[in-house]
């Protein structure tokens, strides 16, 4: 914490926050205690650092339900399997190499689970002569496309979870499909759908910040109204540390003898970021017509 003035009246007040060391919680969703400052004031968020080590494939969002259909009955599935990603950080090339190598596990009575470098399998995919099933992306048009292997009737994709975001919606498909012949999604294939992370506070947003903190971001984001910081992931690269100042002012009025704030890092579906290790760090500068008064 830097300040100006002498140890009581001062003109501004920095208190700068590592959400590594924090008094209740963990790195992206907890309760850290500050400095009280006496008096109403402004204060902007500044100088916001966050470790980009989130993972873009994770639970919920990294499964597949695969039924093949070998014989001409088409509502009943011959085999059906579970394929599960497991949690990293994916570029599209590394999903298509990892569903084409798990496409390619067959057995003629597929029964028990397989694990793969990458993947899992509830069990196998069934033998069906020369041939896997397959999966191409294509970089000039954007899309994924499947293929059957061309001793299977029929292939039907599903996605493995009802979340809003799911490794099927990822790799371009808005719906489950089901295909004799070659299907290419109808949508761009995309690794980052939620392009933003945001920082939310309710006691930061407590004191007649919170409809101007809704007001700033409502256009795209009214789901959220603590939002104190939104950081956009563009030009950003796993492991990379994003450098972020957003400079808005809001509004804050301390009531507790010893001050808390809360803080969280969420994806835009509202899900509390994991940052394995990683934190946020953040500057808080309170700054006033009239000297606010620290105690500490």
Do not use: W
């Not at 400052?37 to 989130?54: N, P």
């Not at 994770?58 to 001409?72: M, W």
């Not at 990293?88 to 028990?112: F, H, R, W």
């Not at 930061?204 to 956009?232: E, H, M, W």
């Amino acid at each position: 914490m830097s300040r100006d003035g002498d140890s009581h009246a001062l003109s501004s007040v920095h208190v700068h926050i590592d959400t590594k060391y924090v008094n209740i919680g963990n790195p992206t969703n907890c309760r850290i205690r500050i400095p009280r400052i006496d008096h109403k004031y402004q204060f902007i968020i500044q100088d916001v650092t966050l470790d980009f080590t989130f993972y873009n494939i994770r639970e919920g969002r990294n499964s597949l339900i695969i039924n093949e259909y070998v014989t001409t009955d088409t509502n009943t599935p011959t085999n059906s399997v579970v394929l599960t990603l497991k949690e990293g950080n994916y570029s599209i090339s590394d999903i298509v190499a990892a569903i084409n190598d798990a496409l390619a596990q067959k057995e003629a009575t597929p029964t028990t689970p397989y694990e793969g470098p990458n993947y899992t399998l509830s069990k196998k995919f069934k033998y069906g002569g020369t041939g896997n099933h397959s999966i191409s992306y294509n970089n000039i048009n954007g899309l994924i496309s499947f293929s059957v292997n061309q001793n299977t009737n029929m292939l039907e994709i599903l996605p493995n979870s009802n979340q809003e975001t799911t490794l099927l919606s990822i790799l371009g498909f808005s719906a489950p499909i089901k295909f004799s012949t070659p299907v290419s999604g109808d949508k761009l294939a995309d690794v980052y759908p939620h392009p933003y992370v945001f920082v939310l506070s309710d006691a930061l947003t407590k004191y007649g910040s919170r409809s101007y903190a809704l007001f700033q971001y409502a256009n795209n984001f009214q789901q959220f109204d603590n939002v104190i910081c939104c950081i956009p992931l563009a030009n950003n690269s796993f492991g990379d540390r994003i450098y972020f100042n957003d400079n808005r002012t809001f509004q804050y009025d301390p009531e507790q003898e010893n001050a808390e704030i809360d803080l969280q890092v969420v994806h835009q579906n509202g899900e509390i970021v994991n940052l394995h290790g990683g934190s946020l760090k953040l500057t808080l500068s309170f700054v006033g017509t009239n000297n606010p008064v620290i105690n500490i």
